[in-house]
């Protein structure tokens, strides 16, 4: 079993930041992907952006240019920072991890809330 705790969630104004963190209770070097998602009230959860093993990154294309995910192996952690914040990002975010052979496990999601 892997837990997933996401941080760093919060208020902000429109055209501001925010770094959401995910930290693993399990080594994330092996990864097949780590990744970032949202829900918004009354929509699907979608994907954010992405991470592999080998480093590529994907990305929403609402999200590109504004947010960068990144991992720190040391501290088995990814990062997602948010710039440029609209107020469609509002949404709760959710961690997600894929190992290999155990399979995906999530975080408990963090409220993202962008507004004046």
């Known amino acids: 079993q892997v837990q997933l705790v996401e941080s760093g969630g919060g208020l902000v104004q429109p055209g501001g930041s925010l770094r959401l963190s995910c930290a693993a209770s399990r080594s994330i070097f092996s990864i097949i992907t780590m990744g970032w998602y949202r829900q918004a009230p009354g929509k699907q959860r979608e994907l954010v952006a992405m991470?592999?093993?080998?480093?590529?990154?994907h990305y929403a294309d609402s999200v590109k240019g504004r947010f960068t995910i990144s991992r720190e192996n040391a501290k088995n952690t990814v990062y997602l920072q948010m710039n440029a914040l609209k107020p469609e990002d509002t949404a709760v975010y959710y961690c997600?991890?894929?190992?290999?052979?155990?399979?995906?496990?999530w975080g408990q999601g963090t409220q993202v809330t962008v507004s004046s």
């Open positions: 997600s991890g894929d190992w290999p052979i155990t399979g995906r496990y």
């Open positions: 991470v592999s093993n080998g480093n590529s990154t």
